[in-house]
């Protein structure tokens, strides 16, 4: 059971490329999450997923897309990355309320140049 | 829109001493609580919880209060070590959306 997983851990872009981060849970969980860290902002969500098929836009929706096709995987793409989302990406994923303890993938520190 | 506010954004204690961290929410619609730990390169992790329908909930060295006339709730981390070293965030999310928002984080630095 590995829980949360995302790939990649790493990655360098320049400004105007393109890529997609994967997200898989294998806690066959409803709900999904993309969340970015930015230092002394917290998590903002980005966009969520209440199952599969579906998306919403969170707090920070601009400049990402996101494609929830299988129930376990959640995926995050950026279009033409810019230097302001340089950041670490992390994904969760929950239960449908109450038990809905949302669990977090190891993060993707992103950096655009 | 939603807001969570979380104080102080560092915290620095003596090992055993007591550690509170304190957040207040806008949306009086709001009614899970959690709080997270995060160390160094790590990932958050969820600590402790709270519902809409409790004051308090404690478990071991950690508690936490609620007060939703105040909107505001808090983190306590008694007889603290130095492996309690790290950023904490609270969160609130809304019956409305279901959405959690995050404070902007406590660094807690305990010194042996």
């Known amino acids: 059971n590995a829980g949360v997983t995302q790939t990649p851990k790493f990655r360098v872009l320049k400004t105007g490329q393109s890529m997609t981060l994967l997200c898989a849970q294998d806690?066959?969980?409803?709900?999904m999450y993309w969340y970015r860290q930015d230092p002394g902002m917290g998590l903002r969500l980005i966009h969520y997923s209440v199952g599969e098929g579906t998306t919403a836009k969170g707090e920070v929706p601009d400049g990402y897309n996101v494609s929830r096709l299988k129930k376990q995987n959640f995926l995050l793409g950026l279009e033409s990355a810019a230097p302001s989302q340089t950041s670490v990406y992390f994904c969760?994923?929950?239960?449908?309320?109450?038990?809905?303890?949302?669990?977090f993938g190891p993060g993707t520190r992103l950096t655009v140049l | 829109g939603e807001n969570v506010e979380q104080h102080p954004s560092t915290l620095s204690v003596q090992e055993g001493d007591s550690a509170v961290i304190k957040c207040t929410y806008s949306d009086s619609a709001s009614n899970y609580f959690p709080w997270y730990k995060q160390e160094l390169g790590k990932r958050p992790q969820l600590i402790i919880d709270i519902r809409s329908n409790v004051g308090e909930k404690k478990d071991q060295r950690i508690a936490v209060t609620l007060n939703k006339t105040a909107k505001h709730f808090s983190l306590h981390i008694t007889e603290t070590q130095p492996e309690d070293s790290a950023v904490y965030f609270c969160?609130?999310?809304?019956?409305?959306?279901?959405?959690?928002?995050f404070g902007q984080g406590t660094t807690l630095q305990v010194k042996p």
């Open positions: 969160a609130a999310r809304s019956s409305n959306t279901g959405k959690l928002i």
């Open positions: 806690m066959n969980h409803e709900y």
């Open positions: 969760a994923s929950s239960s449908r309320p109450p038990t809905d303890t949302q669990y």
